[in-house]
């Protein structure tokens, strides 16, 4: 990065004789690229150049916290300005037509990073994009200030919960959060067992705090309005780790927004689940680039 700071990136060229164009694939808060390789390979069979990375702060990219499990950041306009320079590299290096695909708190950073005309695809797509949090029906202003005030009750840094993913689930299987695939969520576990390093438990509170104050300013009139790309979304009404309605309000906003909606048969990792939901999902992504983005030449 800019500033030294080291990430973790990916790089796979596009099968001899294959030019589709290249896809910039961000993964969500707490992963690594490893978990993603499944759809990162069926794209690369399809043509395209695959380019991934750790965010700053997790997996293979260092630590921000006080220790090595609590996910931190001091400000989502970091995540912006890191996303920002690899796009610049990456961009410099590639053919279009170039695609970027994030999921969850990946989805999030890229949104903000176009809203804000730090980088311009030709195409998005967003998997489960982290435009609310729970609880959905409450205001992101008052989660915001609540998290204010938990994060002037000590250090910042601190996790805010205990367990993976959400404190009112924590007796339940992380499973239950993510995918209906045993296999797929299993093979998550191998590569941390292969990689203990890569595996990130909780926020702090300080990332919960600067997660509502970046979901916050893409609320603020006239910043996806101006996100000029086509953008296809895709989201379950199931999900118990982002907000349903933030998303369905946020493609409302999109000048060119589509969305792919699932139900009780979808949790949060769509892309990850079982093959009725994926294939729908990959097919869904296909089509949309297919169509926005049609191969050159």
């Known amino acids: 990065m800019p500033d030294g700071w080291g990430v973790r990136r990916m790089d796979w060229a596009a099968p001899a004789g294959l030019r589709r164009g290249a896809i910039l694939f961000m993964p969500g808060r707490g992963d690594a690229y490893e978990k993603w390789l499944e759809a990162l390979d069926q794209?690369?069979?399809?043509?395209?150049?695959?380019?991934?990375?750790?965010?700053?702060?997790?997996?293979?990219?260092?630590?921000?916290?006080?220790?090595?499990?609590?996910?931190?950041?001091g400000d989502f306009g970091t995540w912006v300005a890191d996303y920002a320079a690899l796009w610049a590299d990456w961009s410099a290096r590639t053919a279009g037509p170039r695609v970027a695909i994030g999921h969850s708190m990946g989805g999030h950073i890229v949104l903000r990073a176009v809203a804000e005309g730090r980088v311009r695809p030709d195409a998005m797509v967003l998997s489960a994009p982290m435009l609310g949090l729970h609880p959905a029906w409450m205001p992101s202003r008052l989660l915001h200030f609540a998290a204010k005030g938990m994060t002037a009750l000590g250090d910042r840094r601190r996790p805010a919960w205990k367990g993976n993913e959400k404190p009112e689930l924590v007796a339940h299987a992380r499973?239950?959060?993510?995918?209906?695939?045993?296999?797929?969520?299993?093979?998550?576990?191998?590569?941390?067992?292969?990689?203990?390093?890569?595996?990130?438990?909780?926020?702090?509170?300080?990332?919960?705090?600067?997660?509502?104050?970046?979901?916050?300013?893409?609320?603020?009139?006239?910043?996806?309005?101006?996100?000029?790309?086509?953008?296809?979304?895709?989201?379950?009404?199931?999900?118990?780790?982002?907000?349903?309605?933030a998303i369905r309000r946020a493609v409302r906003r999109l000048p060119k927004g589509e969305l792919v909606t699932f139900g009780k048969e979808c949790r949060h990792e769509i892309l990850r689940e079982a093959d009725p939901v994926r294939d729908r999902a990959m097919d869904a992504i296909r089509e949309f680039l297919d169509r926005v983005v049609p191969a050159r030449g």
């Not at 990130?200 to 000029?228: C, D, K, N, T, Y």
Request: aromatic residues 10%; proline residues 4%; charged residues 25%.
């Open 43 to 73: 794209w690369h069979d399809e043509g395209w150049q695959i380019t991934s990375a750790d965010w700053r702060g997790q997996a293979y990219s260092g630590r921000l916290g006080s220790d090595a499990l609590t996910g931190h950041i």
């Open 175 to 245: 499973s239950a959060l993510l995918t209906h695939d045993k296999s797929r969520y299993e093979d998550e576990l191998w590569w941390r067992r292969q990689h203990p390093a890569i595996e990130m438990g909780a926020a702090s509170w300080g990332w919960v705090e600067r997660a509502l104050a970046s979901i916050r300013l893409l609320e603020r009139p006239g910043m996806l309005e101006a996100v000029r790309v086509p953008v296809l979304l895709l989201a379950t009404r199931a999900d118990t780790l982002v907000s349903w309605p």
